[in-house]
């Protein structure tokens, strides 16, 4: 069943300068509060993903509840498109994964085993988008996937698919609104995801470490080197392979463990040059992670985006961050969840487990406005919780549009948090004096 979400009794905040952090800088950002957090720890989204279509930029992302395509070509009036049930909805969904490939969004859910498979056309979107796949009869259930675009096949790891459990599986998409089972392939074990060019598979095989595997011949694949000891070694989670494919980076999901630049120019010979981990905490987790342009996009849960330039892969230097989670630290799993920055703007693509979609953009992205400050809020629009990250700090009022003051406080120097809860609907005007200059949100 395909719904939109129609948003009401809202106070609704848009930026007209907008708020920076250590060189991004938000463009959008959407969340549903009526949407339930999973039964696990909370949380309430899941992956990110990005396509373009018609000449119009796509954001796609995950939910309890389904799938979420918004429209963000102009990101500074991006909307919600269509939201679409998933095969399952329920607080025991945590994990959805998507990708795109000809025309057509896949999308699968981990838990339960009454999910499926769907697939979605979005060759008209965003005039129509329709579900024309919802079926367990090759998935019941799946982590992830990845579409080696260059075959048109994919592959399916972890879940249940053809009545086998936890392999990993490769469909084909000769015919790509009815997916036909390949074969499975489970030699070196679990495999929690996978990153495939031309037959080439990088696997993160969880506990059992990094094998890298041509696929050619999907009879008889053959491995061409593995790693399986290197430095934090713990549950190898996913990676990405730079556009040379001379360098992979992956990260294992373990609390305070690094991620590992490798050089993979020879497979037979896998070597760690580098390490990586933001400098925020000790117990930082790397989650997902993107190549491009020699530049290391990480979705770093609590810690948010983070991105490294890797350009020398045997030094890599910090390049940006941007804290999607206001709260503090933890050690569970909250915070941002998934990036995907390969949209030809460049503007990149965050989802966070709690606060939903985020539309960000580099800096020299917004060159052209006048005034640059370090005060971002969020959610937007939001019920009765905004949080605002400010730098600077400074004085605080909130007025409605009768100009009548409805808070006015001092902002301390990093994260502040707004209850709304006895406002009224509506749009109010959001004043931060820093005694620099005026800052100005409504």
């Known amino acids: 069943m395909m719904k939109k979400y129609v948003f009401s009794f809202y106070i609704i905040i848009c930026s007209l300068v907008f708020g920076q952090q250590n060189n991004l800088n938000v463009l959008y950002q959407w969340s549903d509060e009526t949407i339930s957090g999973d039964n696990w720890v909370g949380n309430v989204y899941n992956e990110i993903w990005g396509f373009v279509q018609n000449e119009h930029e796509f954001a796609v992302m995950g939910s309890t509840e389904g799938t979420h395509i918004f429209d963000v070509t102009d990101p500074l009036n991006g909307y919600l498109v269509e939201s679409i049930d998933g095969g399952s909805t329920s607080p025991d969904v945590v994990h959805r994964d998507f990708h795109t490939y000809n025309g057509y969004l896949y999308t699968v859910a981990d838990e339960m085993n ?24 090759i998935i019941t259930r799946a982590h992830n996937i990845f579409i080696d675009e260059d075959n048109g096949i994919m592959y399916v790891c972890g879940g249940k698919v053809n009545g086998s459990s936890n392999n990993l599986c490769l469909l084909s998409l000769d015919d790509p609104e009815n997916p036909t089972y390949l074969t499975n392939y489970n030699t070196h074990g679990y495999v929690h995801d996978i990153y495939v060019i031309d037959n080439i598979g990088y696997l993160n095989a969880g506990n059992n470490g990094l094998h890298i595997v041509d696929f050619s011949d999907i009879n008889s694949p053959q491995t061409l080197g593995s790693l399986t000891d290197y430095p934090y070694q713990g549950y190898n989670h996913s990676g990405w392979l730079s556009e040379d494919g001379n360098t992979y ?26 390490t990586l981990l933001s400098d925020v905490a000790d117990n930082s987790i790397p989650h997902n992670l993107i190549i491009k342009d020699n530049l290391l996009y990480v979705s770093h849960y609590y810690d948010g985006l983070w991105i490294w330039d890797i350009s020398n892969p045997e030094n890599p230097t910090y390049f940006a961050s941007y804290d999607t989670y206001p709260l503090p630290n933890g050690n569970s799993y909250k915070g941002a969840w998934g990036v995907y920055p390969l949209l030809p703007s460049g503007n990149l693509l965050v989802s966070d487990m709690q606060y939903g979609l985020f539309v960000l953009t580099h800096e020299e992205g917004i060159s052209s406005l006048n005034e640059v400050n370090t005060t971002s809020i969020f959610p937007n629009p939001c019920n009765d919780i905004l949080h605002i990250n400010s730098t600077d700090g400074g004085e605080l009022k909130l007025y409605d549009v009768y100009g ?23 749009v109010y005007l959001l004043c931060i004096d820093d005694k620099k200059q005026t800052i100005i949100k409504n």
């Open 404 to 426: 009548n003051i409805m808070i006015d406080k001092s902002v301390s120097n990093h994260q502040e948090t707004l209850q709304l809860d006895f406002l009224r609907p509506g």
């Open 249 to 274: 980076v992956f990260a294992d999901e373990n609390h305070g463990y690094k991620m590992k630049i490798c050089d993979v120019s020879n497979p037979s010979d896998i070597t760690v040059i580098g």
């Open 114 to 137: 009454t999910s499926t498979l769907q697939i979605i056309d979005v060759n008209n979107a965003p005039n129509s988008i329709e579900l024309v796949y919802d079926s367990n009869d």
